[in-house]
């Protein structure tokens, strides 16, 4: 994904939309599967003789599921500054050459810093029952009921005929 912006100085714009549409396999990400493209836009704004991006953009990736181990698709969106050809301390750093900017490094990066750390394959996932393991969303089975004290059981009990 490089962008060529000598266009952009030509017309002497301050701000201009880029669209961004490319396959996620171009990353060459390989700690998880990357699935489909990476769409999204930079806006790019050059202001007091300083170039900056908005990049916002959307990816997504497999990943087994922290709970019960099935394969999820995660889609994420994520926004990130740059500051082209001029170092800051908040914003990820992109150079221009010859008029022209490469996204790659800056839209892997911004993947590492999004990413959520576990993937779910939904926030009510039972899980892998780690007496038997079995998948708890397929197969319920009993094992936790056997290892509640009965006492505790009564209580449970009670509460669920309040609820
Ligand atoms: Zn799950
Ligand atoms: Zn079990």
Same mark, same amino acid.
């Given at each position: 994904?490089?962008l060529? $912006?000598?266009?952009?100085?030509k017309?002497?714009e ?5 669209e ?6 171009e ?7 990357m +699935?489909?493209r +990476?769409?999204?836009?930079l806006? $790019?704004?050059?202001? %007091?003789d300083?170039?900056?991006?908005d990049?916002n953009?959307?990816y997504a ?8 181990n ?5 889609s994420?969106?994520? %926004?990130v ?9 908040e914003?990820?750093?992109?150079s221009?050459?010859d008029?022209k900017i490469?996204l790659?490094p800056?839209?892997i990066?911004g993947?590492y ?10 926030e009510?996932c039972?899980?892998i029952c780690?007496e038997?393991g079995s998948?708890?969303? +397929?197969k319920?089975c009993e094992?936790?009921g056997?290892? +509640? ?6 209580l449970?009990?009670?509460?669920d005929k309040?609820?």
């Amino acid at each position: 994904m490089i962008l060529d $912006l000598k266009d952009f100085f030509k017309k002497n714009e301050m701000h201009q939309r880029f669209e961004i549409n490319f396959d996620a396999k171009e990353l060459e990400i390989d700690d998880w599967f990357m +699935i489909g493209r +990476i769409t999204g836009h930079l806006d $790019l704004y050059y202001s %007091d003789d300083n170039l900056f991006g908005d990049l916002n953009y959307t990816y997504a990736y497999t990943e087994p599921c922290a709970r019960c181990n099935e394969m999820v698709e995660v889609s994420q969106t994520t %926004d990130v500054t740059l500051s082209i050809d001029n170092e800051s301390e908040e914003d990820l750093y992109v150079s221009l050459v010859d008029d022209k900017i490469n996204l790659i490094p800056v839209i892997i990066d911004g993947i590492y810093l999004s990413k959520p750390m576990r993937a779910l394959c939904s926030e009510e996932c039972k899980g892998i029952c780690p007496e038997c393991g079995s998948n708890k969303n +397929i197969k319920p089975c009993e094992c936790e009921g056997q290892k +509640i004290d009965p006492r505790l059981k009564d209580l449970m009990n009670l509460l669920d005929k309040e609820v």
